[in-house]
């Protein structure tokens, strides 16, 4: 190879650059800043709210938690990990922590799996598109409040709407104020009300983004529908659903509304058989008036829901990627900046391409 | 565009309309004052003819459902420094609690206010140095109500002076009540004796006069008291007469319409609550009696919380509403039975009847039962969450039905210990 | 191939985004997979199952206390009492109104306010270089997992330094931009905003702010638009933090709702009459902005 005759490239400003060094204008200095600064301008309006409405909440937290603190005496003397050790150490906190997880699951797993089934339904073409979609949305709409109220009258122990409705079939009534389980079907079944329709737009707004064009080749080629569904939309919506995921985790471990006024009492019942880990801080802080274990109890959920996000998370990521190994890339995301880790970017796989599917006609030029 | 004119637009709304509410003061000069209660005082009418009264005074009524509920609210707003009412109700259960800050309360000791409660009263309100923080509203006498028809069909007597001689008359013991209750669920009409174990306890608990805490200490004695064992035990013994209610929840109001029990302990304030829960039925009288001597449910005060802006005329609000004539309206209404001297002796007092109750004379029916109550329970800062915890301790074997008296105990026994 | 709508926009102008906008939806719907009876089914279940709850309200809202009582299953039809109910409600001494009007301006500044400040937040995050960004964004996520019933008393202390307690703002403050939003749009933002567009305005000499307001934000409607709908109906049914820092004085709706349950407390009747009267502003809501965003869902569909 004849070695090139041009010159070695020679960064600008250095000694060896023949050029007059170029001046930058005002302007153009301001374009620099504008460029260099303006991301962390923009960024800052979240940052600084989160500064004053988050973060000095949370320390400040941990400032209470670490000593004795009473809710009308106010500060008391530093007890260190006292507190902490107290809450470990109390039945009652591993009741609601228990209580918090069970209902969790009860309400997340259904959800989702619902959330999808219906998202699907609406992706279809459907007549009268926008009453279908705005009507999966109505449980949203009404205040919590308002629906723990009418949940508690159709899940009261003796004159509820649903026992009566089982002792017209026959069927004992259910404990539904007295035993665990029930009580937490009975939570669960209020907060899947609530958030199952929100959930499924978010995932129809997801599966609309996903070209058509996948799906007609897909048909194209005989797949059914529920392997199209398996095959292309589920890993298309991984980001989605990891998303959702957390979202529900991080607000599922935190659900108080719906336990808070599942009875009068507020306490979780006799023996705590719905008390959720925010109810049962409620009760140290605002009942017992002991500000310092409440915090600390406050700190404790917050570890339990990074833990459960990151697990949530992991879990999600080997399920969903299950499916894609057999999906295929999708190049839109290419516009994205080549350095930026997007966490919606799929990754990359080359040779994965339905056997039999024409090569062009999923792919996108760009 | 349209999303920062919106804003704009919205953030100015904001600034005017929300500028004059949080100092209680509009722009034309009036004062408004806001008044907490809880459950049910009578105060709605009353506060419409103190605006009458005091045009340039507007007053905004805060209610919470339960006692349980206003307590967390008041705590709350002590603990944050603000967000109290100006005038604030405390039940007795947890006056002593608050109490302990004194500093948050405006001293209310006034010439006016001379002699218009028995001593007993005042002293629940006033602290070791003679500071006055609270006013008296009302007591809770207690009689027992009971359903005329379902004793009737029970084969027994259904008029309330032979009701009263049933339950034992002025000598009434609790064992003359249980028995009563064995007697009518012998008749088996299907239907239980009295609604709730818990409300059975409250009655006697408050015949107690040092139950949870010791008077001079505030240690907690509540696990060691046999007292509390002993009525805890005989309750639970008796469990088999009662319907298997929780108090205030949802199948405890549906029972009122469907033959749900035929004996309530009733404090005067809780006819209120039974007439509006028992509306349609037929069949509700009272009995001029009490098991165990008198007893007292219940009772509260107005506070003055240092954090209002307008003490002076809270105070005269306060004032108002614990004078005589306006408690006496107020039992008219809802059976808030007057805690002030000259009401409970007042004619207009004796004459009232209560056509719900089958014109049942409550007015006196209630002055005879306040005479009664010789104890005066000692409530220590612990007193309303001890008691909690024995509320819970009940319905877990009544209600929930997941223990037996002896493991009910003992979880018992860990909740108060961690109180500590 | 396919260019993006916003993409023809810009290179051929917006008659020609809208024919292609209006062919591709043709395309689209022509030959998409068409609903069968069973999706139309499973749909109508569960539009029942929403409903219900609410025509349960409605349905004790038109019936006296002691018929609930008496009746546990209310049967099919209304009653007759719902106008008296109503009625009854407003006359009560919690001013609805008012709160009506506070929950309207709360909803209302916050949406806006989250729209804005979130798709500014993600329009950097998706497209901009800058160093930190991956972590920031990693600590974006991080703070949902921060519990609201952790940070109430300092809120509360942070509020009453500020002098806000009672006040409109206190509300609106800690909700001016929330981490889902920014999550939300930045995900958005990703795929819908072609970086081709951002390059060809800044050569153009549009300075960063230009560039999001003239691109960014018109590529990100759809997504905006959903992100609006949620944000409102979250502020409107929001209780906890108002109920503890507005009080009686200045409430918005649901803590009103609240005052009423306390209020009433054994009349379920009145209770259920106060649910009915706060959920129809946003039925109200949903009709009309309801055909504006099923739009925009299928808008954003229409990409690369």
């Known amino acids: 190879m004849a070695t090139s005759t041009a010159p070695a490239p020679v960064s600008p400003g250095s000694v060896d650059d023949p050029r007059p060094p170029r001046k930058i204008g005002f302007r153009q200095q301001l374009g620099k800043w504008d460029v260099k600064l303006s991301p962390y301008l923009y960024i800052s309006p979240f940052f600084l709210l989160f500064a004053v409405v988050g973060l000095f909440p949370l320390l400040y937290t941990a400032w209470v938690s670490v000593h004795e603190w009473s809710l009308l005496g106010g500060q008391g003397d530093f007890v260190g990990m006292e507190n902490f050790s107290f809450i470990l150490q109390q039945p009652f906190f591993w009741k609601a922590l228990g209580n918090t997880f069970s209902i969790f699951v009860l309400s997340t797993i259904p959800q989702m799996i619902a959330a999808l089934i219906i998202a699907a339904m609406l992706d279809a073409n459907l007549r009268a598109k926008t009453f279908w979609r705005m009507g999966v949305l109505l449980p949203y709409v009404v205040a919590p409040v308002a629906v723990a109220l009418i949940f508690s009258k159709l899940f009261a122990d003796g004159s509820g709407v649903i026992n009566t409705l089982l002792g017209y079939v026959g069927i004992d009534p259910v404990g539904w104020h007295s035993q665990s389980l029930p009580a937490h079907v009975a939570i669960s079944t209020m907060v899947n009300f609530r958030w199952t329709g929100y959930n499924a737009l978010i995932f129809l707004a997801a599966m609309q983004a996903i070209p058509r064009d996948l799906y007609e080749a897909a048909t194209i080629d005989g797949a059914a529908r529920w392997r199209q569904f398996r095959s292309i939309t589920i890993p298309m919506l991984r980001p989605t659903v990891i998303f959702v995921v957390i979202t529900s985790t991080i607000g599922g471990l935190q659900i108080y509304d719906e336990p808070r006024m599942y009875d009068q009492a507020g306490k979780g019942g006799s023996s705590g058989q719905w008390l959720t880990l925010t109810l049962y801080l409620r009760d140290l802080g605002w009942r017992q008036n002991n500000l310092g274990r409440a915090a600390a109890v406050a700190w404790m959920l917050f570890l339990v829901i990074i833990v459960f996000a990151i697990l949530n998370f992991l879990l999600t990521r080997l399920i969903a990627s299950s499916g894609a190994r057999k999906a295929k890339k999708q190049d839109t995301k290419l516009a994205a900046i080549p350095a930026a880790s997007s966490p919606s970017a799929t990754p990359v796989t080359d040779q994965v391409i339905e056997p039999g599917t024409d090569d062009t006609s999923g792919r996108t030029a760009r | ?420 | 191939m396919s260019t993006s709508i916003p993409m023809l926009e810009q290179s051929a102008g917006r008659g020609a985004a809208r024919a292609a906008a209006r062919k591709r939806k043709q395309t689209q719907t022509s030959e998409g997979r068409r609903a069968g009876w069973v999706t139309y089914a499973i749909l109508t279940i569960v539009i029942l199952g929403s409903a219900y709850p609410l025509y349960y309200a409605l349905q004790l809202s038109s019936s006296t206390a002691s018929e609930i009582a008496q009746n546990p299953i209310p049967g099919l039809g209304l009653g007759g009492n719902l106008l008296d109910n109503l009625q009854r409600v407003m006359d009560a001494n919690i001013n609805l109104p008012q709160a009506f009007l506070n929950s309207v301006i709360v909803a209302v500044v916050t949406s806006a306010s989250v729209v804005l400040f979130s798709t500014l937040a993600g329009f950097s995050f998706a497209k901009l270089r800058f160093r930190g960004r991956g972590p920031l964004l990693v600590f974006v996520i991080a703070t949902m997992a921060v519990p609201t019933q952790l940070g109430v008393v300092p809120l509360f202390i942070v509020m009453r330094e500020l002098g806000l307690v009672g006040n409109l703002l206190s509300v609106i403050l800690p909700g001016l931009v929330t981490a889902f939003g920014v999550f939300w749009m930045t995900q958005y933002l990703e795929s819908a905003l072609p970086y081709e567009l951002i390059e060809a305005a800044r050569v153009d000499g549009a300075s960063m702010i230009r560039t999001f307001w003239h691109v960014a934000l018109p590529a990100a409607r759809p997504a905006a638009a959903m992100l609006a709908l949620f944000t409102f109906i979250g502020s409107w049914t929001n209780f906890f933090w108002p109920s503890i820092v507005l009080g009686t004085q200045n409430p918005t709706l649901p803590v009103a709702l609240q005052l009423l349950q306390a209020s009433f407390f054994k009349d379920m009747s009145l209770i259920m009459a106060g649910v009915v009267i706060s959920v129809i502003p946003l039925l109200v809501l949903f009709v009309i902005a309801g055909r504006q965003l099923v739009a925009g869902i299928m808008a954003g569909a229409v990409k690369g």
């Open chain 2, 1 to 420: 565009m349209a999303i920062a004119g919106a804003t704009s637009v919205a953030l100015l709304a904001t600034a005017c309309s929300s500028g004059g509410s949080g100092d209680g003061e509009s722009s034309d000069g009036k004062i408004t004052l806001t008044v907490s209660t809880f459950n049910e005082w009578g105060y709605d009418d009353l506060l419409d003819e103190y605006m009458e009264l005091n045009p340039d005074i507007t007053v905004v009524h805060d209610k919470a459902a339960t006692s349980d509920e206003a307590r967390e609210k008041f705590n709350t707003g002590m603990a944050s420094g603000s967000g109290l009412a100006d005038v604030a109700g405390v039940e007795v259960d947890w006056m002593p609690e608050i109490m302990q800050y004194e500093d948050q309360f405006t001293d209310l000791t006034s010439d006016s206010v001379e002699g218009r409660w028995q001593d007993w009263k005042t002293a629940q309100a006033t602290t070791p140095d003679g500071k006055l923080l609270g006013y008296g509203t009302d007591i809770g006498p207690e009689a027992i109500a009971y359903r005329a028809d379902l004793f009737e069909a029970a084969g027994l007597p259904s008029d309330p002076a032979s009701v009263a001689e049933l339950f034992g008359g002025e000598d009434s013991s609790w064992d003359d009540f249980y028995a009563v209750g064995d007697q009518f669920m012998a008749a088996g009409t299907g239907v239980p004796f009295y609604d709730a174990s818990s409300t059975i306890y409250q009655g006697q608990i408050n015949q107690v006069e040092k139950s949870y805490e010791d008077p001079d200490t505030n240690e907690i004695i509540a696990l060691d008291n046999p007292e509390v064992k002993d009525i805890y035990q005989g309750v639970l013994d008796h469990a088999d007469l009662s319907a298997g209610l929780s108090q205030w929840s949802e199948d405890w109001t549906a029972a009122f319409q469907n033959n749900g029990f035929a004996v309530m302990l009733a404090p005067s304030w809780m006819l209120g609550v039974i007439e509006g829960n028992a509306a349609g039925v037929e069949g509700w009288d009272i009995a001029n009696v009490f098991p165990g001597g008198g007893g007292n449910w219940g009772g509260s005060f107005l506070t003055v919380p240092a954090q209002s802006e307008h003490p002076e005329e809270a105070k005269a609000l306060a004032d108002w509403l614990t004078a005589p004539e306006q408690q006496i309206k107020a039992f008219q209404t809802t059976g808030n039975y007057p805690s002030q001297v000259e009401a409970q002796k007042s004619d207009e007092l004796a004459g009232i009847t209560n056509e719900f109750f089958n014109n049942a004379p409550i007015g006196q029916i209630f002055a005879e039962q306040a005479d009664r109550i010789s104890v005066n329970p000692y409530k220590g800062p612990q007193y309303f969450a001890i008691n909690t915890e024995m509320a819970d301790a009940i319905n877990r074997v009544t209600v929930d039905k997941t223990d037996d008296a002896a493991s009910s105990w003992e979880k018992f026994e860990t909740a108060v210990k961690a109180l500590g």
